[in-house]
T-cell receptor, first 115, second 114 residues
Framework: AQSVAQPEDQVNVAEGNPLTVKCTYSVSGNPYLFWYVQYPNRGLQFLLKYITGDNLVKGSYGFEAEFNKSQTSFHLKKPSALVSDSALYFCAVRDIGYGNNRLAFGKGNQVVVIP | NAGVTQTPKFQVLKTGQSMTLQCAQDMNHEYMSWYRQDPGMGLRLIHYSVGAGITDQGEVPNGYNVSRSTTEDFPLRLLSAAPSQTSVYFC?????????????FGPGTRLTVT
């Protein structure tokens, strides 16, 4: 089965510093990978995805992610963190099956940006 | 476009009661799904549907039923609520167009079973 792992529970970063949220994946075949963000008491919002093509994917709110096939990683990055980036971040991988878009999620990373 | 809507936002049930969580989308998406979110466990798939009249089980289906009579609606039924079903429930939808795949989530229903 497809799966992703987010090894850190919480990431603390000072405002203005680079932010990295880690994700590794395990799939059979080519991976379809996603990042979502959840603000308090809200639903999940799509940030970006990797389907094919360039290994560096740009998404919403200044976020980007780097797909690394040899390391089976898809880390989320932002060059300069804002206090408003404090949220819960989920990595997900699309399950492989005819006619469905099932996603398998990681457990999430709490990001705290310190003013 | 309202996107994905869910009702109610909050619900408290007693053990053994039944209820239906409503989900609707106005994007004409073929694919809809229900997840539950529990602390430290991410989101786990309960049931999903690839189109009207077609549903299938996800990772944690026990205690839940679904049906999909229209493209727009995908209700989740709890037949006999248990404290273990205390959670936040999210509905999501996505297109089956090649290159899409990203899911759009509703705001969630926070359910407490006492």
């Amino acid at each position: 089965a497809q799966s992703v792992a987010q090894p850190e529970d919480q990431v603390n970063v000072a405002e203005g510093n680079p932010l990295t949220v880690k994700c590794t994946y395990s799939v059979s075949g080519n991976p379809y990978l996603f990042w979502y963000v959840q603000y308090p008491n809200r639903g999940l919002q799509f940030l970006l995805k990797y389907i094919t093509g360039d290994n560096l994917v740009k998404g919403s709110y200044g976020f980007e992610a780097e797909f690394n096939k040899s390391q089976t990683s898809f880390h989320l990055k932002k060059p300069s963190a804002l206090v408003s980036d404090s949220a819960l971040y989920f990595c997900a991988v699309r399950d492989i099956g005819y006619g469905n878009n099932r996603l398998a999620f990681g457990k999430g990373n709490q990001v705290v940006v310190i003013p | 476009n309202a996107g994905v809507t869910q009702t109610p936002k909050f619900q408290v049930l007693k053990t053994g009661q039944s209820m239906t969580l409503q989900c609707a989308q106005d994007m004409n998406h073929e694919y809809m799904s229900w997840y539950r979110q529990d602390p430290g466990m991410g989101l786990r798939l309960i049931h999903y549907s690839v189109g009207a009249g077609i549903t299938d089980q996800g990772e944690v289906p026990n205690g839940y039923n679904v049906s999909r009579s229209t493209t727009e609606d995908f209700p989740l039924r709890l037949l006999s609520a248990a404290p273990s079903q205390t959670s936040v429930y999210f509905c999501a939808s996505s297109s089956r167009d090649r290159g899409s795949y990203e899911q759009y989530f509703g705001p969630g229903t926070r359910l407490t079973v006492t």
